[in-house]
């Protein structure tokens, strides 16, 4: 099952502007998290959102909710190049994480 | 502590043999999650296993596909008469307690490819 969706899919940027990925799911959710994955690389933890949270901030992260309308978005502030890969939502359903299909982000020098 | 141990990191098959791949869970993680992922795309859950017991093979294919995670030793994930659609990154994942809020820590993956 495919339980969350990003959107873009692909978003390029310059470098030092503000970076915007949503993520849409479709059943109930108890946490949303996000995860990142450079080229080739496995994924690593961004942050993690429960669903009684409406919003958390982790660095140049902010994280918000709203599960009245089932989406969540991840804001990347003040981007750098390093900052170049993909980037997916992940919700819990029965014991396991399903990850949406991600959104390919190029910071562009 | 040397986290999720994937190998191996790439494995070439050719078409109609098995392919074995490894993954070590982090100290103290007894669950254990494979996920795969086709080129340009998420990751597709497969299996979720705990010692000894599968806990929800949902993901899996039918047939030729199979994972285990001994009382000892690394989990495995087996695929028998590998074909060229089974090419793919193939990701091990794992946690101290089902699903969130403690998230999963992943490995750097097994990339395999059949010609």
């Known amino acids: 099952s495919q339980q969350g969706e990003e959107d873009p899919q692909a978003l390029s940027i310059q470098e030092g502007e503000n970076a915007t990925m949503n993520c849409s799911y479709k059943t109930s959710i108890n946490n949303l998290q996000w995860y990142r994955q450079n080229s080739g690389r496995g994924l690593v933890h961004l942050i993690l959102i429960r669903s009684n949270e409406r919003e958390k901030h982790s660095g140049r992260l902010r994280v918000t909710l709203d599960t009245s309308k089932k989406s969540s978005s991840l804001l990347i502030t003040a981007s750098r190049a390093a900052d170049t890969a993909s980037y997916f939502c992940?919700?819990?359903?029965?014991?396991?994480?399903?990850f949406g299909k991600g959104t390919r982000l190029h910071i562009l020098p | 502590n040397a986290g999720v141990m994937q190998n191996p990191r790439h494995l070439v098959r050719r078409r109609g043999q098995e392919a074995r791949l490894r993954c070590s869970p982090m100290?103290?993680?007894?669950?254990v999650y494979w996920y795969r992922q086709l080129p340009e795309e998420g990751l597709k859950f497969m299996v979720y296993l705990q010692k000894e017991n599968i806990i929800d093979e949902s993901g899996m294919p039918k047939e030729r596909f199979s994972a285990e995670f001994p009382k000892e030793g690394p989990s495995i994930l087996r695929i028998q008469q590998v074909v060229r659609g089974d090419s793919a990154a193939y990701f091990c994942a794992s946690s101290p307690s089902p699903g969130l809020p403690y998230g999963y820590t992943f490995g750097s993956g097994t990339r395999l490819t059949v010609v």
């Open positions: 992940a919700t819990d359903e029965d014991d396991k994480i399903i």
């Open positions: 100290k103290g993680h007894s669950h």
